[in-house]
T-cell receptor, first 115, second 111 residues
Framework: EAGVTQFPSHSVIEKGQTVTLRCDPISGHDNLYWYRRVMGKEIKFLLHFVKESKQDESGMPNNRFLAERTGGTYSTLKVQPAELEDSGVYFC?????????????FGSGTQLSVL | RKEVEQDPGPFNVPEGATVAFNCTYSNSASQSFFWYRQDCRKEPKLLMSVYSSGNEDGRFTAQLNRASQYISLLIRDSKLSDSATYLCVVPRSGNTGKLIFGQGTTLQVKP
C-alpha cells in the first residue's frame, strides 16, 4: 500500500517567489493534515482537512499561506510570496478517522529553503 | 511554558545501555499520548501509544504519570539502530487529529 507522498522533496526559491507543495494522502483517508518544522523548533500543526473541507486552520501562520484540497483527494499548500522565515520542512499526514487517539501517517516532507 | 517539553539531549550511550527520556505536558485533560521516532531527514513514525499507566513493546517501555503530567520512554539494551530523535506527542483534546509535538530528544548509540 502506498504511503503519504509529498512533492517536491526539496525546493529552493528566492524571497518573494511562489511555491506550491503537494501531498497525496493514503487512499481512503478522509483526514489530511499539514505540519511544519522550522529550524530549531518543534513540529507545529498548520491545518486539518476532512475531505475537501477545512476542519481546523488555526495553525496557518498568515494569509501568505493557502491550502486547498479540491475533490477531497490530494492537497496543495501554496506560499505566496515566500519569506525567509518560511524555510523549514513541511510535512503532510493523513488518517482514516479523526480523534485524539487516531494514528497519523506522515509523508517524508518537503524541505523548503527561501533565500 | 510550552505545552509539551522534552530535554533535547543529545543522549550519547554505548550499545547495550538502558536509556530513559522524559516528557512533560501542560494540559491535564490530555488522555492519550504518543512517542514518535524520527530518523535524520525522514518523517516521524509512530513508535508507541500510551493510553493508561503505560505499555511495553519489546525493548521499549512507555509510562505515564498523570499526577505529575509526564510521560517516559525507556529503551533497554540499546542498539545502534535506535539512534534517532524521539518525539513526545500529545493530541489536542477533543475530536481532532491535531498533535502537539515536543522538540524531540536525540539519542546517539555508540559502538
Amino acid at each position: 500500500e502506498a504511503g503519504v507522498t509529498q512533492f517536491p522533496s526539496h525546493s529552493v526559491i528566492e524571497k518573494g517567489q511562489t511555491v506550491t507543495l503537494r501531498c497525496d494522502p493514503i487512499s481512503g483517508h478522509d483526514n489530511l493534515y499539514w505540519y511544519r518544522r522550522v529550524m530549531g523548533k518543534e513540529i507545529k500543526f498548520l491545518l486539518h482537512f476532512v475531505k475537501e473541507s477545512k476542519q481546523d486552520e488555526s495553525g496557518m501562520p498568515n494569509n501568505r499561506f493557502l491550502a486547498e484540497r479540491t475533490g477531497g483527494t490530494y492537497s496543495t499548500l501554496k506560499v505566496q510570496p515566500a519569506e525567509l522565515e518560511d524555510s523549514g520542512v513541511y510535512f503532510c499526514a493523513s488518517s482514516l478517522n479523526q480523534g485524539a487517539g487516531e494514528k497519523l501517517f506522515f509523508g517524508s516532507g518537503t524541505q523548503l529553503s527561501v533565500l | 511554558r510550552k505545552e509539551v517539553e522534552q530535554d533535547p539531549g543529545p543522549f550519547n550511550v554505548p550499545e547495550g545501555a538502558t536509556v530513559a527520556f522524559n516528557c512533560t505536558y501542560s494540559n491535564s485533560a490530555s488522555q492519550s499520548f504518543f512517542w514518535y521516532r524520527q530518523d535524520c531527514r525522514k518523517e516521524p513514525k509512530l513508535l508507541m501509544s500510551v493510553y493508561s499507566s503505560g505499555n511495553e513493546d519489546g525493548r521499549f517501555t512507555a509510562q505515564l504519570n498523570r499526577a505529575s503530567q509526564y510521560i517516559s520512554l525507556l529503551i533497554r539494551d540499546s542498539k545502534l539502530s535506535d539512534s534517532a530523535t524521539y518525539l513526545c506527542v500529545v493530541p489536542r483534546s477533543g475530536n481532532t487529529g491535531k498533535l502537539i509535538f515536543g522538540q524531540g530528544t536525540t539519542l546517539q548509540v555508540k559502538p
